[in-house]
């Protein structure tokens, strides 16, 4: 037993969240004969996969395993999925995670309907220091009856996930103004489209985001506009890096996800979708025909006239139940602060993570750990057997078994994407792989397109640019930014016929194909030099 819970080692471990890494570090303990509780603030286990129950997993069953949890599993005559098959989160749910939590020895340590509300130190604020480390946790529970209670635990491992709290709209993080307003017309993450056809057939539906949640969703509406020809998809993303928005393809350590990105990629190309790069969502106003949605797209004012938009924007840690807890989080990534450089994907996009474990996930509070994906903090390429890992790690950290908690291995599958900032700025134009040391992976960093006072990109780039007729995707070539130049617009006519013809994209006018550029649709600017501010002043009474 370590140190720090010599006297309070009769204490349970509290696990917070019972969701596939909550289970598994369930597991590990029970495996290693530790005391262990599990709250689970839903009604079932496993409630955040349940709710993306319908997506299909990117990763197949052999990562989605946990080798406690199957070990406890084929005691009980289990049989194990396929491993090469790709479940979808109701799957996993009803293959794996239910019969492992309906494990006797499971099942009596796990409390459905139990809601951490805070966690502290018992008889310690977060200010008082001295002996701190030798008083015991107290969880502040609300019980399925809606009583509160303190139980005290040796530890806390906090996996309580990510997906109860998604991103706002706003390119700040902020809910853009009306958002909140609007709240029955938009839905966060990936909804069900299948089974809220109701409500997305024959619509106009705005999909916000780059990641795999927006994948998922456009190509669901896709599937609903194949039966309901009249359904229109735009989506609308806010950077301008193709080979990012489309993934790794065949170079994807995963067949699945490299696929999905495949997929969209089809899609845009075959019009399926109109795809608005470099847009942000700045207000949203009811409308009797629908809901407006102001835009700024390459820096222009825009707006589009939809029935529902989709928020697919990612998710950030809740951490209002650590407020009483001492926490060492990077400012920006909200991860454990040694994590984040190896997950932030402003430097790191591969998918891949150097091993880590106990070390990296502990907080100042000894004795106190955040995992799974909220470990992750606002970074995207979490994956279970990551979590698988790090619990294991934690774990044998939290029975003393040192040697166990320090070999911490992880074998991850490459996005196919990697970058590094760096190899922009050199202008290079290509990177080491950021994964690979060896430069085992060569992939092209695909530069910043049209960015205001940035390198601009002439050469077509896409299969759907705004101006001119679509091409075909081709490398894209860098010019020098001129310093005299400015934001304008190239295509559009003056202000007032940018904006009726922005009208008209928006509502996906009668005879025009949605993604299709025409003289009357089209609105690019071309330049930019200048700081921002400039830029906006030439914008600015060009807009009102
Ligand atoms: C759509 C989608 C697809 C994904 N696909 C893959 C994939 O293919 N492969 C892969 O490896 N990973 C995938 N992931 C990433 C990740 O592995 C999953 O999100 C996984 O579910 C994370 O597990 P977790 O246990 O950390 O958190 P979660 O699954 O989010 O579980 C957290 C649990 O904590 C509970 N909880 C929350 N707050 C409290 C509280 N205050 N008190 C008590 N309980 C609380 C929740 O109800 C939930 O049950 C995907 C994620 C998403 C969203």
New binding site residues.
Partial sequence: MNAISSSFGHLPVAV?????????AAAHLLQRGLKVRV????ET?????RD?GH?????PWR??LDAAATALLDQTGWTAPPLAE?PT?AELYDAYLRPLAAIPALAAVIETG????AVSRDGFDKMKSEGRDMAPFVVL?RGGDGAERRDLARAVID??????SPNPIGTDGLPVPGEREVADRISY??PDIQAQADIYAGRVVLVVGAG??AA?ALLDLVVLADRVPETRIVWAVRGRDLKRLFGGGSADG?A??GALGQAIELAVRANRLTLKLGTHVTALHPDEDGLRVEMRESGLRTSLLVDRVIVATG?RP?LD?LREVRLDLDPAVESPRVLAPLIDPNLHSCGTVRPHGHRELAQPDAGLYI?????YGRAPT??????YEQVRSIVAALAGDWAAADDVRLDLPQTGVCSQPDALEAGTGAAASCCDPAGGVSVEVVAPVVSCCGPRVEAPVAAVSCCGPKVEAAAPVMVAADPEACCAPTCCGPEAARDATADVVGDVAPGVAPGVATAENCCAPTCCAGSEKARDQVQEPAAA
Avoid: D
């Avoid at 917070?16 to 598994?24: K, T």
């Avoid at 709250?39 to 839903?42: C, D, L, T």
């Avoid at 286990?45 to 996969?49: D, I, K, L, S």
């Avoid at 997506?55 to 990763?59: A, D, E, H």
């Fill in positions: 917070i969240g019972a969701g596939p890494v909550g289970l598994a709250y689970e603030a839903a286990v496993a409630a955040h996969v993306w997506v299909r997993l990117f990763s990562y989605n790709h989160g139990a809601r951490v509300r529970v996996c309580s996930g990510t997906w109860g993450g990936i795999h949640s998922n995963l699945a996800r998710q809740s139940m995992a799974g994906i909220k470990s979490f994956l279970m057997a990551t979590g």
